[in-house]
Structure formats: structure tokens, C-alpha cells
């Protein structure tokens, strides 16, 4: 197997992109990755990660209608689907063909328009990554399973609600200097105590937003780089996936990410590394109680103890594990088939020391977690410089 690099990376401003389609969004992101790795050639293939696009866009097919618009008719074209994974997903798929020696060039696109509908119809598709026969006929929303999960989680380790302020503070404040985030606003714990309520406890300060956007990767094997690009590569120093039932009640233990606990340990063990190791990780945060179990899942804390870091700073960027970097899912914006491709940039990014007033110190080695649905489908990458 090949080693893996990553030489360029594109991505658009993530809000209510009215103006802008679905496809005009994947291009944009593709042009800026490929003139960001200074590519000079065609991609071999392209991975597009989505979502919702055959139920809120009317399109399916997006592999080769992507390709196409941007340009790259006749090569391989593929989408990928893994719910809120999907980003992630289709990053794998990019990894694993180069590693193979099947592509030397691949091009990983996450694109995802959720705006252009109502809100409720939004909803509605997201919801589709619950399990159908015993959670979606009773009308749950992501909104609802999560609240069902922080609140057994408030119950088992006696946290209350106001120990989850610091994700959300930590993802406004971190936001303020991106230029494509969706909320660049500061807030105070205040502020989020105060957030109404959208689902008990779930607050509109717990909940990342409906939103649109593109991130693209460039991909080539790490003996190719000079060949191809003046960039630095970053190296893939791991990918895995794991997976655990749809259904929350299906779960062994609901206040715990078991497959965000395999993905991890597996992609730990691919690149011979143990969290200790991991200078930033750019964690799922969907909702603030998925980024306290992603926290414990990954090993960075024991279970129901990953509040206690928020709690004392130590994911703030000059903290012991520091998360969402760029604002994360929370204050970035989630769209949903292209967020785990965001979150893969925004590591880049601290890998190579361009996130300007949010660069954390002596960035070596970084973490991303994509998470699908309430955990069903995680994906777990390590890069490193």
C-alpha cells in the first residue's frame, strides 16, 4: 500500500447560499482545491460525498454530474452516502484508492444544499438516517434522539446542563476568524444559558443549523507530490470506520459512541499512535452532547467526564485537546455531505500552520471524527505532517 498525501484543499462559505446551486458549490470548492495543490492535470477519480440531494434537490447521480460541470468528463466519478458521514466516507473512499494503486490522483468533494426547501422538509431528510421501523415512524427528529440521549446522559453522571456551555462558546469564539464560517459571533456562557429551547434540553446553542456548502481535497501518493504540486503534503497516517446499530434503542449502552470508539481505536492503531499523541482533534459536534461522548469515546476522557474538559478549558485553543478549531458543526455550519470534508480542512489547515489567529502551537499530528446519524456510521482520520 501506498502512503497517502494530501496536497490541496477548497471550500466555499457555508449559510442560505440562494444564489447558488448544488453543482455551482462543488465546483467552486474543486477549482479552489486544485488550484490550492497547483494541479496541473485531471483527476484520475472523484468522490463526492452527499447526503440529502435526491430528496431536497431532486438529484441523484452526483458523481457524474459534478464531474461533468467541473470540467472532468469521462473519468471515474462516485457518490457516497453515510449520512452525516458521508464527507468522511467519501475521504476514505479517496484514500483507499490512491493507497491501492488504482488512482494517483483523486479529488474528494462533500457538497450539500439544504436551504433551497423549508425547514421541516429538511428536517424530515435528516431524520431518514434514523432507523425507519422503529424510530422514524414515530416522528423523531435528530433533534429529539439527541435530547433523549443528553438527557440520560444529564441523569446517569449527574451533569447539568450548563456544563456543556464551553463546546459552544469554544466553536462561536473559534469561528470569529474564519472567514467562511456560518456564525462568526462571539457568545458568553450567559448567552447560552439562556438560548431558548428546541427539544429538552436540547437548546438552539446545543444545535448546529441548517445549512449549505462545499469542501474539496485533492489527493496523491506521498511519492508523487513533488511530481505534482509545490504544496507540503500532509500525510494520511490513518483511516478507519466503525459502525453501531441505527437505532438508538438498539444501542449497547446509549449514553456511549461505541462506533466512535472502534473508529478511533482502529485508526489509533493503524497509525501507532494513542490519543496522548494527538496535538488537535476536530470533533463531530452536531449537537454539544455528541461532542462530550465523542471526547470519551476517543479516549481523551472516561466516560461521562468529557464535559470536565470543556468545563476547565482544555478544548479552548491554547487547551490540553483542542476542538473545533474553525467553529466546528456548531458555529461553521453543518451541511450535512460535506462536513466531514470541512472538518478534514480545517486540520489541514492547523497542520500547515495557515489558521492565522486560531493556530495552535506546534501542530504535528491532528485527528478528524465524522459522525453519521447518532453514531450509527463514524469515520476517524489522523493526518500528520
Known amino acids: ?55 431536497l434537490n431532486n438529484q441523484a447521480h452526483l458523481g ?68 425507519a421501523d422503529s424510530e422514524g415512524i414515530y416522528g423523531v427528529t435528530f433533534v429529539s434522539l439527541n435530547a433523549m440521549i443528553m438527557r440520560r446522559y444529564m441523569y446517569e453522571f449527574n451533569i447539568p446542563h450548563k456544563a456543556f456551555a464551553n463546546f459552544s462558546v469554544n466553536a462561536h469564539q473559534n469561528a470569529v476568524n474564519n472567514p467562511n464560517a456560518m456564525f462568526r459571533k462571539a457568545i458568553t ?40 504540486s509545490t504544496r507540503e503534503p500532509i500525510r494520511v497516517l490513518a483511516s478507519a470506520t466503525g ?45 454539544t452532547i455528541i461532542a462530550a461522548m465523542s471526547l470519551e469515546a476517543c479516549g481523551f476522557a472516561n466516560c461521562g467526564q468529557g464535559t470536565h474538559l470543556a468545563q476547565n478549558g482544555d478544548i479552548f485553543l491554547d487547551g490540553k485537546i483542542p476542538v473545533t478549531t474553525m467553529g466546528g458543526l456548531k458555529a461553521r455550519g453543518h451541511p450535512v455531505g460535506a462536513t466531514g470534508v470541512y472538518e478534514l480542512i480545517d486540520l489541514i489547515t492547523q497542520l500547515r500552520g495557515e489558521a492565522g489567529i486560531n493556530q495552535i502551537k506546534d501542530v504535528e499530528i491532528g485527528m478528524a471524527q465524522n459522525i453519521g446519524g447518532t453514531g450509527a456510521t463514524v469515520v476517524t482520520h489522523i493526518l500528520g505532517i
Not at 37 to 43: F, N, R, S, T, Y
Not at 74 to 96: D, L, M, Y
Not at 273 to 278: G, K, T, V, Y
Open 189 to 228: 456562557a450567559d448567552v447560552y444559558h439562556n438560548s431558548p429551547i428546541i427539544s429538552p434540553p436540547i437548546t438552539r446553542h446545543d444545535s448546529s443549523p441548517i445549512c449549505d456548502g462545499a469542501a474539496a481535497i485533492i489527493l496523491c501518493p506521498l511519492e508523487m507530490v513533488k511530481d505534482l
Open 64 to 131: 457524474a454530474l459534478v464531474a461533468d460541470s467541473v470540467g472532468w468528463r469521462g473519468i471515474e466519478a462516485t457518490t457516497v452516502e453515510a449520512a452525516c458521514a458521508s464527507g468522511g466516507a467519501a475521504f476514505q473512499a479517496g484514500v483507499r484508492a490512491v493507497a491501492s494503486g488504482m488512482v494517483d490522483v483523486a479529488a474528494v468533494c462533500g457538497v450539500e444544499k439544504m436551504t433551497d426547501v423549508n425547514v421541516n422538509e429538511a428536517v424530515a431528510g435528516l431524520a431518514t438516517a434514523a432507523d
Open 1 to 55: 500500500m501506498r502512503e497517502v498525501a494530501v496536497i490541496g484543499i477548497g471550500q466555499t462559505k457555508i449559510g442560505k447560499l440562494k444564489d447558488q446551486s448544488l453543482r455551482d458549490l462543488a465546483v467552486e470548492a474543486l477549482n479552489a482545491a486544485v488550484q490550492d495543490a497547483g494541479l496541473e492535470q485531471i483527476p484520475d477519480a472523484l468522490y463526492v460525498g452527499n447526503m440529502l440531494a435526491p430528496r
Open 243 to 287: 459502525t453501531d446499530s441505527i437505532a438508538t434503542s438498539d444501542r449497547r449502552n446509549i449514553v456511549e459512541l461505541d462506533g466512535a470508539k472502534i473508529s478511533a481505536n482502529k485508526a489509533y492503531k493503524q497509525a501507532g499512535l494513542s490519543p496522548a499523541d494527538i496535538d488537535v482533534f476536530e470533533l463531530h459536534d452536531a449537537f
